[in-house]
């Protein structure tokens, strides 16, 4: 094919485009200012510019060969010039590093998105970004990490990555993010400290068929929804990667479309960094979409709509050919080449140590105190209320005389893209601890591992500790591991994940071919995600060598991280203090076993109360894995209602990492406590609301459905078909924003302003906040806006909005929010006319404790857009701003 033939492929790709959601050429509002704004945050425009000038003179100096060779994650090194080889695929830093210990573990993203706070997200990230810059201070392990933030906003809960985004709604998600950014890059005007990513661009919202998915968007749906967090990152956070994704939107591979990876970003937001396509997303606009018939035309399509490299090799496979056929000029890839070039040259690579500010951090920050006290607090601040019938917590350790801890997510859960922190806290653990239980456990990691068969001998040196898990198993593989207690333990959990559906392990002891203690059966997940598997253990005793036998179908292989041994009931208490009780009852899949949950029925009988602990994990849903129901999986509701029939004392805390349909259990059960994976830390932050030693604030950060019956169907991304809150009409199990606590607050003196919002101006919005209880505590003050009524469907109402404050008993705040008239909020895009357009008239004010709990009401006529105004687009700072006095 020659450049001609290209072209007319391309031709016909942008046509496609515009059909669809990508309207070119576009019409801005009256007086819209088409210049991308100069960012505001980070790095200097003398810096990036300096940064620019020096990659792009190094450039100059390399061969095409040599400029191809550097598209890639994996970019070596020309020796020829001096330019050292460089990894930039750091690794992943989506809720903390993920690594071998030490490590902090942060609370999972859909976790950090219940604070609702903006300072504590940024605070979490410094700490992040601190420990990554101490390992490649110490070890040179790269900077430019894949995460966070992804920003693929959760308009459905049946998406297999849930736990990896904030939540549903633009402005929070969009708020949230632009802080984990923050965090991670630094605010040195000179020197990024690391690289944040923001992904998956765009409509990246499935995964059983990721590699292949088209997005069929509309144009309001992909402006004033899927949009919007993205622009954030870069207008408000200066992000200096983005990801391009794997799915099609309206046709075109997101990889391969001009309009979203060089019109949107650059043109029209300004962004200044590099964009990497999702691994290997390049080759799958072949093999996935089949867009085009070859990997070079593959590889200079992507190049030329602005893909500056790809995870993975297919550039550097591929973009020479591409060249000697004409399809993509030199030019084109020394543009790509300098756009990553520059980002390492902003990280402080090629500079002295002493002028780079972040260059002195070294490993005594990694798992610190400050760091474990800050996943703590973030844990905490996380923990959601859902329901608390008769004020039954906190509870009262000092009236308890036994407690049945009971449910398969008792364990410890790490969420998706985890590491491993040399301290964490299960609920069991946590609970148990509060009432000053001891409990014992053995925890393996799969790199102590002592034995493995010859075909594994390649991943490891028998012994050394250095594996962060054994990949790529085989049929018929063997780990040997030294000798573990079992004396007392009740029940075995695996981390670990096969490829193909049928796989199992068999736990020997002793010797290769010694007693059979358990078989488990491995579900298949994605290949980044690990599942946790339990399995009961039968009464073993003494100490006796593991030995991990893997069983698959053909082609099939596992991976593994750990396997932990869990206590066996009765934990010894101390003296004065209940006897806690275990049972699993269940597994979070899988079919009933009735011993095992009879056993924890019986030992709910017993008790002076029930803790159940239920939830699901990435064994249900994962990156690349969908799930088709939204409530409890397994046999997990039925062992719910036989454990409240047996003691209706019987608090339901979900340790799980999505939404949940509990329909019956919100009738039924007097408590409801929710935590969303919550870190290392996750065991004492639950037990620390259970018992009265914190008070909950968490808000909920997506709505949470009654059955998959009041969704649309999974692969409509029309957000006006009644996705999320804004445009939901049924009745939730709870509404975006719901949170309880164990005091209450008063909502009053409502001020506005002025009574017009005019082109160019804006309104502050004013409200008095008093906790009129008796326990101090924090409340998420929600700012919502219902537009005025308008041609086309708006919103039910739509978050502008919010502020996280503390009070204490008796304690007033005022929190005073300025809302512009180019708040994106209050316009919508006009299709036939492709610009932001709104509609004058009365707009609705509305300040409360969620979505659903509106407190105070006002209103303010919105005037009519003139001649110098413009939208959402001409706004250069936060949309609406909270002050707090």
């Not at 001609?4 to 509002?29: D, N, Q």
């Not at 200079?300 to 297919?314: F, R, S």
């Not at 053995?442 to 898990?469: E, F, H, I, K, M």
């Amino acid at each position: 094919m020659n450049r001609r033939e290209f072209g007319a492929i391309w031709t016909a790709a942008a046509a496609l485009v515009m059909t669809g959601c990508h309207s070119m050429p576009e019409t801005p509002a009256s007086g819209m200012n088409m210049t991308p704004p100069a960012p505001r945050n980070g790095i200097s425009a003398q810096a990036y510019h300096k940064a620019w000038n020096r990659a792009a003179a190094w450039v100059a100096k390399m061969t095409l060969d040599e400029k191809i060779s550097q598209t890639g994650n994996r970019a070596p090194a020309i020796e020829r010039i001096g330019l050292p080889a460089y990894q930039y695929y750091a690794g992943e830093a989506l809720h903390g590093l993920r690594r071998l210990p030490p490590v902090t573990l942060f609370p999972t993203p859909t976790a950090l998105g219940c604070t609702w706070n903006r300072g504590l997200l940024r605070r979490v990230f410094q700490a992040v970004s601190s420990e990554a810059r101490a390992y490649h201070n110490v070890h040179g392990v790269g900077l430019t990490y894949y995460s966070p933030p992804l920003l693929n906003i959760t308009r459905d809960p049946r998406w297999g990555r849930c736990q990896e985004v904030y939540g549903e709604d633009t402005c929070h998600v969009g708020s949230l993010a632009v802080e984990s950014v923050r965090g991670m890059q630094g605010d040195n005007p000179d020197y990024l400290k690391t690289t944040a990513c923001a992904k998956a661009l765009i409509c990246n919202n499935t995964e059983n068929n990721r590699h292949r998915a088209d997005a069929s968007v509309d144009s309001r749906s992909f402006r004033e929804y899927y949009t919007r967090a993205y622009r954030a990152c870069i207008i408000d956070g200066d992000v200096f990667t983005m990801m391009g994704a794997y799915n099609a939107i309206n046709g075109v591979p997101c990889c391969a479309d001009h309009f979203l990876l060089t019109h949107l970003l650059r043109d029209r937001w300004g962004f200044r960094g590099y964009v990497v396509s999702d691994c290997d997303a390049i080759a799958n606009i072949v093999n996935g979409h089949h867009y085009v018939p070859t990997l070079p035309q593959a590889a200079a399509l992507g190049i030329q709509a602005g893909c500056d490299q790809n995870c993975g090799d297919t550039f550097q496979q591929h973009l020479r050919r591409a060249v000697d056929l004409n399809l993509v000029s030199a030019a084109d890839i020394s543009r790509a080449v300098v756009r990553a070039l520059t980002v390492r040259f902003l990280l402080g690579e090629f500079d002295r140590a002493e002028t780079v500010p972040y260059s002195s951090i070294s490993m005594d920050v990694v798992d610190s105190p400050a760091h474990r006290h800050l996943a703590l607090e973030a844990a905490r601040q996380s923990v959601v209320l859902l329901k608390n019938e008769n004020h039954l917590l906190p509870l009262n350790p000092a009236k308890l005389q036994s407690v049945a801890v009971i449910g398969p997510t008792a364990g410890f859960e790490a969420g998706s893209y985890a590491g491993f922190p040399a301290v964490h806290v299960s609920p069991l653990d946590g609970i148990a601890a509060a009432l000053g239980v001891d409990v014992s456990r053995g925890l393996v990691r799969a790199g102590q591992a002592v034995g493995l068969s010859p075909n594994l001998q390649d991943q490891g040196a028998p012994g050394s500790g250095t594996n962060l898990d054994f990949s790529r198993i085989p049929n018929g593989s063997w780990l040997e591991f030294p000798p573990q207690d079992f004396t007392n333990k009740q029940e075995m959990v695996l981390r670990v994940v096969s490829l193909k559906p049928g796989g199992n392990i068999a736990v020997h002891l002793d010797d290769q071919d010694g007693p059979r203690a358990v078989k488990l059966e491995i579900p298949p997940g994605g290949w980044r995600n690990y599942a946790t598997v339990t399995a009961p253990l039968g009464g073993i005793t003494g100490r006796h060598k593991v030995f991990l036998r893997f069983s698959c179908p053909a082609g099939g292989l596992f991976k593994i991280r750990l396997f932990e041994l869990l206590p066996r009931p009765p934990m010894a208490p101390r003296a004065g203090k209940p006897t806690v009780v275990y049972h699993s009852g269940c597994g979070i899949r899988g079919e009933k076993d009735e011993k095992a949950f009879l056993e924890a029925v019986r030992a709910a009988g017993k008790a002076d109360l029930v803790i159940m602990v239920c939830g699901i994990d990435q064994s249900v849903d994962c990156e690349g894995m969908d799930r088709n129901t939204i409530g409890l999986t397994g046999p997990q509701h039925e062992l719910i209602r036989a454990v409240h029939a047996a003691n209706p004392q019987t608090v339901l805390v979900l340790n799980t990492n999505n939404s949940l349909a509990i329909n019956w259990e919100q009738r039924n059960l007097p408590a409801i406590v929710c935590s969303l994976f919550a870190g290392q830390a996750q065991g004492t932050a639950i037990a620390d609301v259970l018992f009265g030693n914190y008070n909950p604030c968490g808000k909920l950060p997506t709505t949470w459905f009654q059955s998959s019956d009041q969704l649309p169907p999974f692969h409509n991304y029309d957000i006006m078909q009644g996705r999320t809150y804004m445009y939901f009409e049924g009745e939730p199990l709870y509404p975006f924003g719901h949170g309880l606590s164990y005091t209450q607050f008063k909502y009053g003196g409502l001020r506005i302003s002025g009574d017009t919002l005019r082109s160019g101006g804006m309104v502050e919005v004013s409200a008095k906040i008093t906790n009129v209880g008796r326990r101090d505590g924090a409340e998420v003050v929600q700012f919502y806006i219902a537009a005025p009524p308008s041609p086309v469907k708006r919103p039910i109402k739509q978050l502008v909005g919010f502020e996280r404050i503390e009070l204490k008993a008796g304690e007033s705040k005022t929190v005073t929010f300025t809302l512009p008239f180019a708040e994106q909020a209050l316009w919508y895009w006009h299709e036939k006319q492709r610009k932001f357009v709104l509609t004058p008239g009365i707009l609705k004010l509305m300040i409360g404790g969620s979505s659903a709990d509106i407190r105070l009401h006002g209103e303010v006529t919105l005037e009519p857009a003139g001649g110098k105004s413009g939208g959402p687009d001409t706004l250069t700072s936060p949309a609406t701003i909270a002050r707090v006095s």
